[in-house]
C-alpha cells in the first residue's frame, strides 16, 4: 500500500483563494469516505466556507489506488 | 453460485485430466513429462520422473506391457510413442545414483508377503518406505517370481539385482523356500502368520488358492474373492492380488505392480487404523478414462523410429528423436486465443477458481478486477469440446457480489449511467410511423449504433418505410445488456421488462434490430417477440436501389454476440458479395470470433486489456476492416484502424460514394441520441420539439479529450460542473495563473474542471475525477471503520 506524502495531498493548494469567500485556502481538517469507510485527513480548504480542494495529482494518484484497496477489501 | 454449481461449471474444463499414455497406465508414469526430458536430453531427469512412480524402474523399463503405448495418441499419425524403449533409455543413461537416501520413519507394525513377485514385492517396497516392518516369503530361493523366467537377454539379472537392492537396504527379511498354507505339508501355517503379523499380503501368483486351504471366502471359481478396489478379503488383516488374479492368457506385469501398490496403500490405513475409510478416494489408482482434448490440427504423421542394435536399445540421439514425436498432449485451445486468459498468465480452472474465491469474499476481494474483465465472448466455449464458459462462471459472480452489495462501485457505474441516460426520455421513445396506427415491423436500432451512426438509422428508417407498406413503427432505447454484464440481474429485469410493455403496447410488432447484441439479449430473454437482425432482414427485402460506386476488398469481422447465428454470418457474407466487395475471412471468424473490448464491460472495466484485445485484432489483417457491430465499427476505428459499418457500405450518398466515419466518443454518443430522437421527432413526425436549454460552452483540446474519454469523463459532466460553479460562485481560483477550479458531484462521482472565460466559451484547462467523498460524514456514509485507511490516516 503506497503512502501518500503530503506535497500530494496538498498539491499546489498554497495558490489556491476561494473565489466565493476572496480569502486563500488553509490547511484543515477533512473527512473523507467511501464503500462504508471513513478517514480523517488534511486538505487545504477554505475555513470560512468550506470548500475543500482536491488537487489533481492527488484524484489521479493516490485517490485511485485507495479506492481501489477499498473496493477490493 | 454455491460451490457445487461452480464445480460443475469448472469441472467442464479437461485441461487437468492426465494425457492418455498416463491415463492408460495404471501407475500413472508420467510419460508425457518423461518425453519433454528425454528431448532435452536429460536422461537423469528423465529417469527421476519414470521412478517416482515406478517401484522398481530398471525392470519396469525392459518389460513392461505398456498399455500406455496403445493410448498414445501419436496413434493417429505414425504410431504410439515407444515409451518403455525410452523409459528404458533413461534407465541406460541416467546419471545419477540408483537409490536415494530416503529418511524412514520408524513403525513397530509388522507385515507378511506372501510370494516374492512383482506385486508382492511392490508392496514390500511401498511399505518399508513407511517404516513397516515387512517379511517376505516364497518358496523359490530369491525375488522375482515370474520375472526370473524372462531370458537374460530381455531383463538382465543385473537390472533385476540392482532394482531389489533397494529391499535389502530398507530391512526387508526374506524367508526363502517355504511353503505357507493351513494344510499339513505348509513349512509356515498361514494361522500363525495371521497371529504373528499386523497384516498379511498374498502375491501368490497363477495358482489355485483352494489347495493352501487359507480360511479365505473363496468365489465360484475357487479363487481368493478379494475386493477390485481395496483388494481386501474376507479377512480384514490380508489383502491379494498381481497375477493371482489375472487371466492367464492376459498377464500384466504393470498391473500387478499397480496391484502392489493399492494393497499398500489399503494396508497401511488398515494399520493407522483408518480401515473404515478404505474405499475413499481411491478412484485415481488403475487406468483410467481421460477427456484430455489434444488438436490435432497442422500434425504431420512420423513413424516410430527405429533402433541400430535392438538389443542394445535406443541410443541417446535416437532416444532423443523419437520423443520429439511426442504430442506433448495438453489443452490449451482457449488460452491460445483469449487475450484475458493470457494477460492474467493463468489457465481457464484457475482463473475460474480465483473468481469463486473472490466471488466468496475468502481472503477479501483482491481479484475484483479480473472478476470483472472478460469479456463474456464466449470463444472459450465455443473453442473448447465441453463447453468450458468463462463467461458463466463470471456472469454468476459479478451477479453475486451485486446481490451482496460488494461490487466495486467503480467497475461498471458509468456503463449503468449510459443505460439509464439511453432508457431516459433523452432518447427513449416508441412511435408508429406517421398516419399508421399500427406497426408491421417495428425498428429497433439499440443504443450503440444510434449513438455512433445516427445518420444511418435515420437512413435504415427511410428505407424500411419505403420498402414495408403496412407500417414500421420506431423505438429507441437500450436492450440492457450492460446491466446483463454488469451482473445488475434487478436492473436487466427491469430493462427486459419494459422493452416487452412498449412492444405490447405497440401492438407485438415484428422487432428489427440493428444491433448484434440486441439479437442476443431479445433471443435469450425475450423468446416470445419475434425479432430479425436487420442486415439478414435487408438481405430479404433486398438492397437500396444506388450501387456502391467503388469495391473493396474488405476483413470482415463478425460480432461475437452472435458467434452461434450462422444465418446472420451468411447474410452479411451475401449482402457484401451484393455489393461487389471482395471478403477477407479471418482465421477467427463466424463461431471463433473475438470480441472487439466493449464485451462483458471489458472496456470499462479494464481499459487497458479492452485495447491490447482491439489491438490484437486490428493488426491480424492489413486490409480495411467491415463489421455488422457499432461499438466493433467504433473501437477499431478509435484504435486507428479504417473500418466501415455495414450500413456504411449499404446506405452511401446519391452518387454511391462510400465513406468511413471518424471516430465517436463517449460524450459524443450520447450527444448522437438525444440528437438523433430530436431530429426524428422533428423531420418524420413533423412535432414541435424544444430545443434543450443551452448548456455551458466549454472548449476542450483533442488531447484533453482523448484524456477524459480514458477516464470516463463526459462533456456533459463538465458542462454540470462549470454551470453549478458559475450559477452558486462555488468555485477555487489559482492566484499564479488566474484559473477556476471547481468541482461537482451529480450522482457518485466528484468532478473537477480548472477552466478560465474564454471568447467561444469556458476553456477546459484540465478535467479530472474521483469516488471518494468529501465532507463523507455529511454525505451519508457511516463510518463503519473510522480511521481505517491506512493510507490517508498516516497523515493525521
Known amino acids: ?73 | 453460485m454455491d460451490t457445487q454449481q461452480f464445480h460443475e461449471m469448472e469441472a467442464k474444463c479437461t485441461r487437468e485430466n492426465l494425457p492418455r499414455c498416463a491415463a492408460a497406465c495404471p501407475i500413472h508414469v508420467d510419460a508425457r513429462g518423461i518425453m519433454a526430458a528425454v528431448r532435452k536430453g536429460d536422461f537423469s531427469k528423465g529417469y527421476a520422473l519414470f521412478a517416482r512412480t515406478a517401484p522398481f524402474p530398471g525392470i519396469i523399463s525392459r518389460v513392461c506391457d505398456h498399455p500406455c503405448q496403445e493410448a498414445c495418441k501419436r496413434v493417429e499419425a505414425g504410431g504410439g510413442l515407444a515409451i518403455n524403449a525410452l523409459e528404458r533409455a533413461c534407465r541406460d543413461f541416467n546419471a545419477k545414483p540408483l537409490i536415494k537416501n530416503n529418511l524412514i520413519p520408524n513403525k513397530d507394525k509388522k507385515v507378511a508377503v506372501v510370494g516374492a513377485g512383482i506385486s508382492g514385492l511392490t508392496v514390500a517396497l511401498n511399505l518399508s518406505y513407511k517404516g513397516y516392518k515387512l517379511t517376505v516369503f516364497d518358496a523359490s530361493r530369491e525375488f522375482g517370481g515370474r520375472l526370473l523366467k524372462i531370458p537374460e537377454a530381455t531383463l538382465p539379472r543385473q537390472i533385476i539385482a540392482d532394482d531389489f537392492e533397494i529391499l535389502t537396504k530398507l530391512g526387508v527379511q526374506a524367508k526363502f523356500g517355504v511353503t505357507v498354507g493351513n494344510t499339513d505339508g505348509a513349512d509356515v501355517l498361514f494361522n500363525d502368520l495371521l497371529a504373528e503379523f499386523d497384516a498379511v499380503y498374498l502375491g501368490l501368483g497363477q495358482i489355485k488358492a483352494a489347495d493352501f486351504a487359507l480360511g479365505l471366502e473363496l468365489d465360484s471359481d475357487g479363487c481368493i474373492r478379494i475386493d477390485p478396489v481395496t483388494l481386501g478379503t474376507s479377512n480384514p488383516k490380508v489383502f491379494a492380488g498381481g497375477s493371482y488374479r489375472q487371466d492367464s492368457s492376459e498377464l500384466s506385469l504393470i498391473n500387478a505392480v499397480s496391484d502392489g501398490k493399492s494393497a499398500a496403500v489399503s494396508i497401511d490405513r488398515v494399520l493407522q487404523g483408518a480401515g473404515a475409510t478404505l474405499h475413499t478416494n481411491r478412484t485415481n489408482e488403475g487406468p483410467q478414462p481421460t477427456r484430455l482434448f489434444t488438436s490435432m490440427e497442422g500434425i504431420e504423421p512420423l513413424p516410430v523410429v527405429s533402433m541400430v542394435d535392438p538389443g542394445e536399445g535406443y541410443t541417446r540421439e535416437e532416444a532423443t528423436e523419437e520423443a520429439e514425436r511426442c504430442l506433448d498432449c495438453q489443452c490449451a485451445e482457449c488460452m491460445k486465443l483469449c487475450e484475458y486468459m493470457q494477460h492474467y498468465k493463468a489457465p481457464p480452472r484457475t482463473l475460474a477458481m480465483w473468481i469463486f474465491k473472490n466471488m466468496s469474499g475468502v481472503g477479501g476481494h483482491k481479484f475484483n478486477q479480473l472478476m470483472n474483465s472478460c469479456s463474456m465472448c464466449r470463444l472459450c466455449e465455443s473453442v473448447c469440446q465441453d463447453d468450458f464458459s468463462m463467461a458463466d462462471i463470471s456472469r454468476e459472480a459479478r451477479e453475486t457480489l451485486v446481490s451482496i452489495g460488494k461490487m466495486p462501485p467503480s467497475a461498471f457505474d458509468f456503463a449503468l449511467q449510459d443505460l439509464k441516460y439511453s432508457n431516459s426520455d433523452a432518447f427513449a421513445m416508441a412511435k408508429h410511423e406517421p398516419g399508421f396506427s399500427k406497426s408491421e415491423i417495428m425498428f429497433y436500432p439499440g443504443c450503440q449504433l444510434s449513438g455512433s451512426a445516427p445518420g444511418q438509422v435515420i437512413s435504415v428508417y427511410s428505407f424500411l418505410r419505403k420498402k414495408i407498406k403496412d407500417g414500421v413503427g420506431l423505438m429507441l432505447g437500450c436492450c440492457g445488456a450492460q446491466a446483463d454484464w454488469a451482473g445488475e440481474k434487478e436492473t436487466f429485469a427491469e430493462t427486459i421488462q419494459s422493452i416487452k410493455a412498449e412492444w405490447e403496447r405497440m401492438g407485438k410488432p415484428k422487432v428489427i434490430l440493428g444491433c448484434p447484441t440486441c439479437v442476443m439479449i431479445f433471443k435469450n430473454n425475450m423468446p416470445d417477440i419475434s425479432a430479425e437482425f436487420l442486415c439478414s432482414f435487408i438481405d430479404r427485402i433486398g438492397l437500396p436501389e444506388i450501387p456502391p460506386a467503388e469495391s473493396y476488398t474488405l476483413a470482415l469481422h463478425d460480432s461475437c454476440t452472435t458467434r452461434y447465428e450462422r444465418e446472420i454470418q451468411d447474410s452479411v457474407r451475401n449482402i457484401l458479395r451484393q455489393l461487389g466487395h471482395n471478403i477477407e475471412e479471418f482465421k477467427t471468424s463466424r463461431e471463433l470470433t473475438e470480441c472487439c473490448g466493449f464485451g462483458g464491460l471489458m472496456q470499462i472495466s479494464n481499459k487497458d486489456l479492452a485495447h491490447r484485445v482491439v489491438d490484437r485484432r486490428i493488426n491480424e489483417s492489413d486490409k480495411d476492416y467491415v463489421t455488422y457491430c457499432a461499438m466493433c465499427r467504433d473501437n477499431f476505428t478509435n484504435r486507428g484502424k479504417k473500418t466501415y459499418h455495414l450500413l456504411d457500405l449499404i446506405f452511401t450518398d446519391e452518387t454511391g460514394k462510400i465513406a468511413a466515419r471518424p471516430p465517436v466518443g463517449y460524450s459524443q454518443r450520447h450527444e448522437n441520441r438525444a440528437r438523433l430522437k430530436t431530429t426524428l421527432l422533428r423531420e418524420i413526425w413533423g412535432e414541435a420539439v424544444q430545443d434543450r436549454q443551452a448548456p455551458v460552452k466549454l472548449v476542450i483540446s483533442d488531447k484533453l479529450s482523448s484524456l477524459m474519454e480514458d477516464s470516463l469523463i463526459m462533456v456533459s459532466d463538465l458542462q454540470q460542473v462549470v454551470d453549478y460553479a458559475e450559477r452558486t460562485g462555488n468555485k477555487l481560483q489559482n492566484t499564479v495563473n488566474g484559473h477556476f477550479l471547481a468541482s461537482y458531484k451529480p450522482a457518485f462521482v466528484t468532478y473537477w474542471v480548472e477552466y478560465s472565460a474564454g471568447e467561444d466559451g469556458f476553456v477546459v484547462h484540465d478535467a479530472y475525477s474521483h469516488r471518494i467523498v468529501i465532507n463523507a460524514t455529511d454525505h451519508g456514509i457511516t463510518p463503519e471503520q473510522p480511521g481505517q485507511c491506512p493510507v490517508f490516516s498516516s497523515l493525521t
Open chain 1, 1 to 73: 500500500m503506497p503512502r501518500v506524502d503530503q506535497e500530494e495531498m496538498l498539491g499546489n493548494g498554497k495558490d489556491i483563494i476561494c473565489a466565493k469567500c476572496d480569502i486563500p485556502l488553509k490547511v484543515g481538517h477533512v473527512t473523507l469516505g467511501y464503500v462504508g469507510t471513513t478517514f480523517p485527513v488534511d486538505l487545504f480548504k477554505c475555513l470560512e466556507c468550506g470548500l475543500v480542494y482536491i488537487p489533481s495529482g492527488l484524484a489521479r494518484g493516490s485517490m485511485v489506488e485507495v479506492e481501489r484497496a477499498l473496493e477490493d477489501k
